[in-house]
């Protein structure tokens, strides 16, 4: 860090310029990320059911259509006036850009499959051209025809059309919660750094790695695809970071200055002690949200690549670009003062004696403390996890409501079969028949006819079943296709795999289960991850066994506190008041609750490095653990708390979306950094820490020659 520190004391105005002139090149560079970033990225593409959907397109020519129509008429769908407008319709449909076929009830032969129960409905499917931009296709589509067409009630759905009202969601939700964070975190930094100048400062960092991140990002969608919930993650975390960041900077800064110290030197003091808890710091942060990539699915990928490029800007423009702008300012940082206060640090105040109160009653707040926790994670007994569908929008939009129209009208899921693929020479009939007679299939059609109920109810030769290798079933659901039945139905048809049969299944309802299984083969590796380097930067920083153990034992408990309460919220319906109105499902987006979880363990040990930081250097100066808890905490309380309460903000604007897993992501995270600030650092760190004595910097010999110096 010395030599970091002499370059931005000594060529401060160099760094600088280098430092912007790379903002704007990454500026230009990240323009285009956001029309190259995708909606979907839930499937595991190692699973079985998305080589079933390979084998479709490949063998079968079986290509699910982009958008699906359901339309809706006053009167039986098989008069010709009915015909007709379908017809005419569909012809307009075709004639639009982009638009490779449709077909409907009509031109498939009117099987009552794809009529509503009481015949004045009927399904119809448009295919787009996969070369081109679907989701802009699907909503020139969507915008042109309405939801009529002459006598016709028009209901769109199909991916294309999800996609796009998701994306379309998700952008104005988030230029609507920035115009929520950033005027509050900027009247919270005003109070925090006492001085407009100084309050500023973090957009220096935030900036840089937000739009740093974005170029990043672009670049990587070249070579893969990326989740559009992604930028969520870049603004939320750019933002908090770069003021927390910042806030242990500048606050750092101040207090190297009024120990007298001159600029340079208190600049170069300050990043030799502040820059390397951040570095630390970030680097912890890194290591825990690269875990990410682990998981298969595209979807948790993007928050890895997304996350580990923000915080590595983030560091680099805290320990680089903002040490070199304070050499340059100097005093001026605390012009334009907003309070009329002092600014400089204090030994005494609300932080040393809540800590020196906690302190002579440690073991009541421990046990109060882990008991709060304990009933806020209480309603995770009964958590039940899901996947994103078009619920996640509002109950008034389009999409949904035609979900919910195909839900209310018609027999079968007919646009979301279960697909079942098996070798040539099979016993077709006989699988045919066997899963036709289970609970929630409606009917099964091979190529023979299609079953319903084990019988052969309609024998005739359906085309499109046999390849070279393989044979098929289309299996139609009487379930919603995410319902424990349809997983029941997925789980069966495995079942009766045999040697020789090579049976495989697909189908969005497989795709979900495969989906949950690649996230719950995955997550002990992660979790073996996280802990294993957490435990490692951890010793690096302190030279202790147990103060790693201890963040990791609390961590834990505050994770579960937040998943119980997210429970509480996202699967009864509860505190509406706060999250607002969203289609209650009873589950949580599996992906979010893993999302969550790894985010907060990582900004967790970010606050924690934090704290740790001051309280060792107390007692390296000489103090006892007790003095060094104390000191240490009145220095950076005031740090963590306030950084936690701006990250905070950021990300408790995501709750202000429509979208219902960016609710549960920003009520989530928010959750996670309050109590972890509140609870955990302010109660449980400096109990424990007292209780433990001594031993708080125990290691064995072996080992205390690995701990890093300054």
């Known amino acids: 860090m010395r030599r970091i520190a002499h370059l931005v004391t000594h ?42 959907s390979r084998i479709l397109v490949d063998e079968f020519n079986n290509v699910q259509p982009d958008v699906q129509i359901a339309i809706d008429f006053p009167d039986n769908v098989d008069l010709a006036s009915n015909r007709n407008t379908t017809e005419a319709l569909l012809n307009a449909i075709a004639d639009e850009a982009g638009v490779t076929q449709t077909s409907s009830y009509y031109s498939l032969g009117s099987p009552n499959s794809l009529k509503s129960k009481d015949g004045n409905a009927l399904y119809a499917f448009v295919f787009l051209d996969k070369s081109k931009d679907v989701e802009g296709i699907a909503q020139n589509i969507l915008t042109k025809f309405g939801s009529r067409y002459e006598s016709a009630t028009l209901y769109f759905t199909g991916e294309a059309v999800v996609s796009h009202e998701i994306n379309s969601a998700i952008s104005e939700d988030l230029a609507k919660a920035e115009s929520f964070a950033i005027p509050l975190t ?41 989740s559009i ?22 606050y750092r800064y101040r207090e190297e200055r009024a120990s007298g110290l001159d600029v340079a030197k208190a600049v170069e003091r300050t990043v030799e002690t502040a820059g390397r808890t951040v570095l630390f710091s970030g680097a912890t942060v890194a290591l825990v949200l690269i875990s990410l990539l682990a998981f298969p699915q595209y979807f948790l990928k993007s928050f890895g690549y997304a996350g580990v490029s923000v915080v590595v800007l983030a560091v680099l423009g805290t320990i680089f670009a903002l040490p070199a702008l304070l050499n340059v300012l100097g005093d001026k940082v605390d012009s334009l003062r907003v309070f009329k206060r002092n600014l400089k640090p204090h030994d005494h105040g609300f932080w040393f004696t809540l800590t020196t109160y906690v302190m002579k009653r440690p073991l009541r707040i421990i046990v109060g403390s882990v008991v709060l926790l304990l009933t806020l994670a209480a309603p995770i007994r009964t958590i039940t996890f899901g996947t994103v569908d078009e619920r996640v929008l509002p109950a008034n939009n389009t999409v949904v409501l035609a979900g919910d ?5 018609f027999d079968g899921w007919e646009a979301v079969p279960v697909d079942v693929v098996v070798q040539s020479g099979s016993d077709v009939t006989a699988l045919a028949s066997k899963i036709s007679l289970m609970t929630g299939v409606a009917r099964v059609q091979a190529k023979d006819g299609v079953y319903v109920a084990g019988n052969l109810a309609q024998p005739v030769a359906l085309s499109g079943y046999v390849s070279a290798t393989h044979d098929r079933l289309t299996v139609i659901l009487s379930v919603d296709r995410y319902s424990d039945q349809a997983n029941d139905v997925v789980t069966q048809i495995r079942s009766m ?24 083969n995955t997550l002990p590796y992660v979790l073996a991850w996280i802990a294993l380097f957490t435990f490692v930067v951890l010793f690096l920083f302190t030279g202790s066994i147990l103060l790693p153990i201890k963040a990791l034992v609390l961590n834990v408990l505050s994770l579960s506190a937040t998943i119980g309460a997210l429970t509480w919220v996202f699967t009864t319906g509860n505190a509406t008041w706060l999250v607002g109105t969203f289609i209650n499902t009873g589950t949580v987006d599996t992906s979010i609750i893993v999302l969550i979880s790894i985010l907060a363990f990582g900004l967790s040990m970010d606050y924690e490095l934090f704290l740790l930081s001051r309280i060792k250097e107390e007692h390296d100066a000489g103090r006892d653990t007790t003095d060094s808890v104390a000191f240490g905490l009145q220095r950076s309380g005031r740090i963590v708390t306030a950084a936690a309460l701006i990250i905070s903000v950021t990300f408790m604007a995501f709750v202000t979306s429509s979208v219902t897993n960016i609710k549960q992501l920003g009520l989530g995270t928010a959750l996670a950094i309050l109590l972890d600030a509140t609870i955990v650092r302010a109660l449980l760190v400096p109990a424990f820490m007292k209780v433990a004595g001594r031993f708080n910097w125990w290691a064995p010999r072996w080992a205390q020659r690995f701990r890093l110096q300054d």
Do not use: E, H
């Not at 939320?236 to 970071?241: F, N």
């Not at 045999?498 to 690649?518: E, K």
């Open 11 to 52: 060529r401060s105005r160099a760094v600088l310029v280098t430092y912007g002139l790379l903002v704007v090149i990454m500026t230009a560079l990240g323009t285009g990320v956001f029309s190259s970033l995708k909606s979907q990225g839930y499937t595991d593409p190692n699973s079985d059911s998305v080589t079933v």
């Open 229 to 250: 919930f992604a930028i969520n993650l870049i603004t939320g975390l750019g933002i908090g970071l770069g003021i927390d960041y910042a806030l242990l900077v500048v």
């Open 405 to 409: 129209f195909i839900r209310d009208r």
């Open 497 to 520: 795999n045999t040697a020789g049969q090579d049976l495989l299944v697909g189908g969005i309802s497989a795709t979900f289960i495969d989906s949950q299984d690649a996230i719950k």
């Open 186 to 226: 900027f009247l919270i930094q005003l109070v925090v750094f006492g001085s407009m100048v100084a309050a500023g400062l973090p957009l220096l960092v935030s900036l840089g790695a937000v739009l740093g991140t974005f170029a990043v990002l672009y670049g990587i969608t070249q070579f893969t695809d990326v």
